[in-house]
């Protein structure tokens, strides 16, 4: 039993006992609920009144039980004719369209349109007080919820193949109506109907309350509190019992109401916050000293990092170099771990996935070796943005939408140096002219959707290097732009680099095109680990591992005789081969590949290759 | 922007128009003689005589076509007619009645943004643990708890037993403004329990929507501290939704503060609409129905407005 459905047995139990115990009120052995005893009136608890006496020196516990079997009838009653009329009005509007859905589920809609206590005093006080009048209120109230939830039930149900197959073989609407759709709007039905009998229950007693509802001497729970009302001072208790017997039905209802939505529909339920808004949590990692790095390490050096959900492995044991002034492109298909060994050096992994091995050792401005993949959330906080730097791929999605562009570039200086007024402004358009933004005066007053798509990944970069960062990770910056656009924002990057010696950048990226263009080093990963590494010009020039030799076959302008594509799909991280992770799509792959995962192997200095058969690949 | 506000208003008079109009012929569909409702006394069967003359003096022979233009036309005039009760115009009465209906409103929406915005984002922040769920819980409770056992118990609490506030009434504010503040407490705070479980269930999910953007990615990745990113990037893009289901809120309450004026004797514009149509008061029920409405209507239009000041990408101009 899931979660959420557990979760339904608490509310689920207490609305049974209250709709058993209302139900059984003739058989239980009560007091007479109308035996009136002046003698006794405002009499507290005792042996044969447990709840006291009111001011007739009626039972309150008597009344209390018969009061809730007249509240829920007349909400649970209204819900049900409500639900009858609303689903057939919905039903047909839904399943016919046009004029049906016009004098069906339109025509009720007008009843939304008016405050719902409103439209209920009307009815009540044209066809005065009563239970009848209230059931009558309450139904044509609520008929609109049904036909709308209804309404568009049916029409999700009615694009679904097996009742078109239904509609073509001939069926009978009315059939298809009953047997097909029925069954299928059933659940959201239920979840409107606790909802309702809730909010009926509100609108019962309040018009009861106003003495425009259920006629005394019939005990409910809005009349009840209305005459505690007058006898505040002298038995307050008689206002207590009525009014938490009312909140703790309605409350239950709408538990059940809540309960039921998630255990039906478990997407509606949000994803539960974010890690990094607590720092005390376990996800908070120890602070790690930091130690002068040596003298000539190189700006990152990751080494053995493995990255996971809870026990499932995305990215193993990957070890990435990058020195000052370096440009390393992480390449692979989608799902081979590139961006999130890009995330995870700025901290920013999606709260499910975590670091389970290995360093990421970054030698800072001030010449200090600080491990990435173990610094707290404060500790890396300090980085980014000021040392380490990350450039996203969706500029339209990274940038707010509600901020100004200027806004956003100006936060990313003053999140580390006390900049302000007019030298920050001056430094604001000093970036975007510095990243091709024409007439940045004017632009840093535009908002993100003003610009283009271009322009707002260049602003994007204007963000990310906003304070010079000694590391810019660039996670696949290209990919959601046009092929004219994308050479522009490669040419921008080849700029800053020669602007900013010293900078490295991991460029992330599926594209070799892009890498051929860009980078010095070229690191290839596949199914979540590193299968080759080195120069570009080397690896373009003679790949040492059949997958890399395949992805230069399979681009256009590779410079390959032909087109290949590779056969196959990436593994599921479920279900990872026991050897070569690649073997099962490889043309080269004998016995040994798929028993042992092979080591890393040097062809030659500053290469790597993880395959047995490196030396026969090219 | 000007023009947006110009086409929306223009739509806007038209629903008013439309619901004027379905409530005018509903009242006089409805069985239930204003003249001999007015001229009976309890049981008494009143004289059929004076009722004759009494329908003719209120012009209810006239044909319902002619009731209906020569009343239309009296409301374009900014004539909402006199009342049958005692020919008091009707637009004295809203005009007196209505700025209290609406500070109890407004009153309660500051009480419950003010508190429930920062509590929903606290919920939002702790989502899942202790804190979040006392909040949420606390938050289904006052929604399940109808406004008149809230409003019942807090004057048991505070009027009877502390004696901290008076229970009910009402003193105009020029007469003593600390008086009319005190009366006001109460029937605001009552109103504003259960729109604050509204907006701070708002709140919460918006909030919870909003962390997952990639901007806030892109704000964390700046370096920038936890309460800037709150503030700057989530809260203000998570207020949008909020002000939108509030703005909705008001509306609703505009014709639903019967009961908190009720339990309060509070002398707002629910109260008289109660009593219009109780006794068949078809101008004072017109007159009413129509100003709840225009104001609907209007809290709607301003709802859009303001959004679109918030949020940029709303363009209001074509």
């Given at each position: 039993m899931s979660r959420s459905v557990r979760k339904l047995i608490l509310p689920g139990t207490i609305a049974a006992l209250i709709v058993a115990t209302v139900l059984l009120a003739p058989v239980?052995?009560?007091?007479?609920?109308?035996?009136?005893?002046i003698p006794n009136?405002?009499?507290?608890?005792?042996?044969?009144?447990w709840l006291g006496q009111d001011?007739?020196?009626?039972d309150v516990l008597s009344r209390l039980i018969w009061g809730g079997r007249a509240s829920l009838f007349i909400a649970v009653g209204s819900a049900i004719f409500a639900a009858i009329i609303g689903t057939a009005l919905g039903l047909l509007g839904g399943y016919f369209r046009g004029a049906v859905e016009l004098v069906t589920v339109r025509a009720a809609e007008i009843?939304?349109?008016?405050?719902p206590l409103l439209l209920a005093l009307l009815v009540v006080t044209i066809l005065g007080a009563g239970t009848w009048p209230l059931v009558l209120a309450l139904t044509i109230l609520y008929t609109p919820n049904y036909a709308r939830v209804v309404y568009a039930a049916t029409q999700q149900v009615r694009g679904l193949d097996f009742v078109t197959a239904q509609r073509a073989m001939g069926t009978h609407p009315m059939t298809i109506l009953v047997r097909t759709i029925l069954p299928n709007v059933l659940p959201p039905l239920l979840v409107q109907m606790s909802l309702v009998v809730a909010s009926a229950m509100v609108i019962e007693s309040g018009l009861s309350f106003l003495g425009l509802g259920v006629v005394p001497p019939t005990p409910s729970w809005g009349l009840m509190i209305r005459s505690a009302r007058g006898a505040m001072e002298v038995a307050p208790l008689l206002l207590v019992w009525p009014s938490l017997a009312l909140a703790g039905t309605i409350l239950t209802f709408n538990l059940l109401c809540d309960r039921l939505q998630s255990a039906l529909d478990p997407r509606a339920v949000t994803a539960?916050?974010?890690?990094?808004?607590?720092?005390?949590?376990?996800?908070a990692k120890k602070r790690i000293t930091s130690l002068e790095a040596?003298?000539?390490?190189?700006l990152l050096e990751i080494r053995d990092m493995s990255i996971a959900v809870r026990d499932m492995?995305?990215?193993?044991r990957v070890s990435l170099t990058v020195r000052p002034g370096e440009t390393v492109a992480l390449v692979g298909e989608s799902g081979s771990g590139k961006t999130l060994t890009g995330l995870a050096m700025t901290g920013?992994?999606?709260?499910?996935?975590?670091?389970?091995g290995g360093t990421a050792l970054y030698t800072t401005r001030a010449g200090k070796a600080v491990d990435l993949a173990k610094l707290d959330e404060e500790g890396i906080r300090t980085l980014r943005g000021e040392e380490v730097s990350m450039v996203f791929q969706d500029a339209a999605a990274a940038l707010?939408?509600?901020?100004?562009i200027g806004e956003q570039v100006a936060e990313a200086i003053r999140a580390h140096h006390e900049v302000e007024g007019e030298a920050l402004q001056t430094r604001v358009v000093e970036l975007l002219r510095q990243v091709g933004i024409p007439d940045p005066e004017q632009r840093?007053?535009?908002?993100?959707?003003?610009?283009?798509g271009g322009q707002r990944q260049r602003a994007m970069i204007a963000v990310a290097v906003a304070n010079n960062p000694r590391l810019l990770i660039a996670d696949e910056?290209?990919?959601?732009?046009?092929p004219t656009i994308q050479a522009q924002i490669l040419q921008l990057f080849a700029q800053l680099k020669c602007d900013t010696p010293g900078m490295g950048m991991i460029f992330v990226t599926h594209d070799l095109a892009v890498v051929a263009e860009i980078a010095d080093r070229v690191t290839v990963m596949y199914a979540g680990e590193v299968v080759e590494e080195g120069p570009v010009a080397e690896v373009f020039e003679r790949p040492r591992h059949p997958y890399t030799a395949a992805l230069i076959a399979s681009v256009?302008?590779?410079?390959?005789?032909r087109l290949t594509a590779i056969p196959g799909s990436v593994p599921s991280p479920r279900q990872m081969?026991?050897?070569?992770?690649?073997a099962p799509r490889?043309?080269?792959?004998?016995?040994r590949c798929s028993a042992h995962p092979p080591p890393a192997e040097h062809p030659a200095p500053g290469r790597v290759t993880r395959c047995f058969h490196w030396e026969t690949v090219t | 922007m000007l023009r947006y506000i110009a086409a929306r208003s223009l739509v806007a008079l038209f629903l008013v128009w439309i619901v004027v109009s379905v409530v005018f012929l509903l009242l006089h569909l409805i069985p239930g003689d204003p003249a001999e409702l007015l001229l009976s006394q309890s049981n008494v069967a009143a004289d059929p005589q004076a009722v004759a003359a009494l329908r003719e003096q209120m012009g209810l022979n006239a044909p319902l076509w002619q009731q209906y233009i020569d009343h239309m036309t009296g409301v374009l005039t900014g004539d909402l007619g006199g009342?049958?009760?005692?020919?008091?115009?009707v637009i004295e009465q809203i005009a007196l009645r209505l700025p209290r209906t609406l500070e109890v409103i407004l009153a309660a929406s500051l009480i419950a943004t003010g508190i429930g915005v920062p509590l929903g984002t606290y919920a939002a922040i702790r989502a899942d643990g202790k804190a979040d769920a006392v909040i949420s819980f606390f938050a289904s409770a006052s929604l399940s708890t109808p406004v008149f056992v809230v409003g019942s118990v807090v004057i048991l609490i505070?009027?009877?037993?502390?004696?901290?506030?008076?229970a009910g009434g009402f003193t105009p504010f020029s007469d003593d403004p600390l008086e009319h503040l005190q009366l006001l407490l109460l029937p605001a705070c009552t109103v504003a329990l259960s729109l604050l479980a509204v907006i701070t269930r708002m709140s919460r999910a918006s909030v919870l929507e909003v962390l997952q953007r990639d901007y806030v990615r892109t704000a964390r990745a700046k370096g920038l501290k936890r309460n800037p990113i709150l503030r700057r990037h989530v809260v203000r893009n998570a207020l949008i939704p909020v002000l939108t289901v509030l703005g909705l809120e008001m509306g609703t309450l505009i014709g639903g503060t019967v009961l908190v004026e009720f339990v309060f004797n509070w002398p707002g514009l629910s109260g008289y609409l109660v009593a219009a149509v109780d006794a068949r008061d078809y101008p004072e029920v017109v007159g009413i129905v129509m100003t709840i409405s225009v104001l609907f209507v209007f809290l709607n239009l301003v709802v859009d407005v303001v959004n679109a000041l918030l949020d940029p990408r709303i363009s209001l101009v074509r």
């Open positions: 239980l052995p009560l007091q007479d609920v109308r035996g009136m005893d009136r405002f009499a507290g608890p005792s042996a044969g009144h001011d007739f020196g009626r009843i939304l349109c008016l405050p539960g916050g974010a890690l990094w808004l607590r720092p005390r949590s376990a996800a040596e003298a000539d390490a190189p492995e995305l990215v193993r920013l992994l999606p709260d499910t996935l975590r670091v389970t707010n939408p509600v901020l100004r840093a007053r535009a908002y993100p959707h003003e610009l283009s910056p290209t990919t959601a732009l046009d256009p302008e590779g410079g390959a005789a081969p026991r050897g070569c992770r690649f490889c043309g080269f792959a004998t016995e | 009342s049958f009760r005692d020919g008091a115009p505070f009027a009877q037993k502390l004696q901290w506030l008076p």
